[in-house]
């Protein structure tokens, strides 16, 4: 035998009369049983409310204590997740109907109550009232699982083209409501224009021919800047199989996106040191070249002064046969100090220590524009620097260095260079016009070309920043503490690099 449901009702009329002739009603439904609660006012209502959980509650507007929409409202602040019927009579209908928009499940005209009807109305509350519930619960707990992947919501509908797009989606792309609508169109409007074309045809793939939906794209941003998206979503279809909703999510990627794309710059630097070994052989010539013309020529020239010593010691002592041979002892250290120089020159074609790093770079920006095709503006006469040895090395690697990453990556046809003194600074600056790169300081500190140039500026106690962004070229600037750069030679003496302009 099948025990009938029992239903908890609160009754909220201060007239006997209609109280009675409901409580009647109620008593003739065979659906289910009821428990009722009778209240006459507002305030008592609310009490029962605060105390007791009812399945369903029956509200007159019109009472003591409460009247009109207000008297719904406040017991809705109490009670939000109970059912409510409104009762009224047939001069307030329109108030019934304000009260159905702002969250009542139905009203009754008390004039008009049977048991049958009431019975319905008690039924389709409690079932609407479970189903929104439950409706509720499932949005809140998608909500939330979104919110913990820091993903946006989206909804279109393709035969209209609404869209609606949430809250978080709008911080991902960086666009309050009143900037970024809630409309198709305008979200394509802050697609990159490279990118359009690709979003706009995986949709169509999607809704036309059931592929999946997954693409990643460009968004401006409100401050102009680009960020990268992943976007996927699933369609919903009519029994024709024709879409007419699609709901998605999106990730901000950028980060990621960065990421591989700093791998993939690594792997290509990779490829390119061990392509270009001989560049580090050249490192290693230009350090034999160094010794072979400072230690080895030296010898041979401090050979032929004491040679000469000697001779002058002996003078008288020798027959024209002796002078011959000490003649052509000469002759062959003559020779092998042309040797060893010509060698050198052949390892290191400018000898910096000879020429100072200027000359050396103006000698490298001829054979660079030749070979490149690049208009390099040099500006080397701005004032007074006493390079040392070593830091005019380093001086000369580091234009050598930044020439040679701008001709391999920055598409540049024109570059300015210049190394001034500024007190107590030495100021070495060199930009291009090229394509640029986004400004990711940590990419940049992690750069391969940049590494060794950050490193030789290090050695001389300086500091080497960059300034870049896409379509604005790149621009370093390199700041050197002049009392390094023009310290004396270990031997006390000035610098043999001493330039002036």
């Known amino acids: 035998m099948n ?20 409580g009647e009603a109620l008593i003739d439904i065979t659906e289910f049983a009821h428990r009722l609660t009778h209240a006459e006012t507002l305030t008592d209502a609310l009490a029962h409310a605060e105390h007791a959980r009812f399945d369903v509650v029956l509200l007159d507007l ?15 602040q109490v009670a939000p997740d109970t059912p409510v019927l409104v009762l009224t009579g047939l001069s307030d209908i329109s108030v019934g109907l304000v009260a159905i928009q702002e969250g009542a499940q139905d009203y009754l005209l008390k004039r008009e109550i049977q048991a049958a009807l009431l019975s319905r ?8 009232n479970r189903a929104s519930a439950e409706l509720a619960a499932s949005e809140e707990r998608f909500q939330l699982a979104v919110s913990g992947a820091s993903a946006g919501l989206w909804d279109w509908n393709p035969r209209t083209g609404a869209l609606y797009l949430s809250p978080h989606f709008r911080e991902i792309v960086g666009h309050d409501e009143d900037e970024l609508p809630n409309d198709m169109q305008a979200h394509y409007q802050i697609i990159h224009p490279d990118d359009v074309e690709r979003v706009a045809q995986a949709l169509r793939a999607h809704t036309q021919e059931k592929h999946p939906y997954d693409v990643e794209y460009r968004v401006r941003t409100r401050a102009g800047e680009y960020r990268w998206i992943q976007s996927r979503a699933q369609a919903l279809r009519d029994a024709s199989g024709m879409a007419y909703r699609m709901v998605g999510w999106i990730l901000d990627v950028t980060e990621r996106r960065r990421a591989n794309e700093a791998l993939r710059e690594s792997r290509e630097e990779l490829q390119r040191l061990s392509a270009n070994i001989e ?5 290693e010539k230009t350090r034999i070249a160094r010794e072979l013309h400072d230690d080895l020529g030296q010898l041979l020239t401090a050979l032929k002064i004491d040679m000469g010593r000697f001779e002058q010691t002996i003078e ?7 002078r011959g041979a000490l003649r052509g002892i000469y002759g062959v250290i003559d020779q092998l100090v042309a040797s060893v120089r010509r060698i050198a020159a052949d390892l290191r ?39 040392n040895p070593d830091s005019g090395t380093e001086v000369f690697r580091i234009v050598q260095e930044a020439l040679t990453n701008i001709a391999r990556h920055s598409g540049a046809s024109e570059v300015t260079i210049e190394i001034a003194r500024e007190d107590p600074f030495c100021m070495v600056k060199i930009s291009d016009n090229g394509r640029g790169a986004l400004s990711d300081a940590r990419r940049n500190r992690k750069s391969f070309g940049l590494i060794g140039m950050r490193e030789r500026a290090a050695r001389l106690g300086g500091e080497l920043a960059v300034r870049t ?26 610098s043999a690099g001493m330039v002036k302009h």
């Open 3 to 22: 025990t009938r449901p029992s239903v908890d009702v609160l009754l909220v009329e201060d007239s006997p009369t209609d109280a009675l002739i409901i």
């Open 62 to 76: 019109g009472l003591p204590d409460g009247n009109g929409i207000d008297t719904f409202r406040r017991f809705r």
């Open 121 to 128: 109305a008690i039924r389709y509350a409690i079932e609407r």
């Open 279 to 283: 560049h580090i052989r050249e490192e």
């Open 316 to 322: 008288g002592k020798l027959d024209e046969m002796s």
């Open 349 to 387: 074609p400018v000898m910096l220590d000879d020429l100072g790093p200027i000359p050396a770079i103006d000698w490298f920006i001829q054979e660079f524009s030749a070979r490149h095709g690049i208009a390099v503006h040099a500006q080397l006469d701005a004032g007074e620097v006493a390079f």
């Open 469 to 494: 962004a896409p379509g604005q070229g790149f621009a370093l600037t390199v700041t050197l503490p002049l009392a390094v750069v023009e310290a004396p030679d270990i031997d006390g003496s000035d």
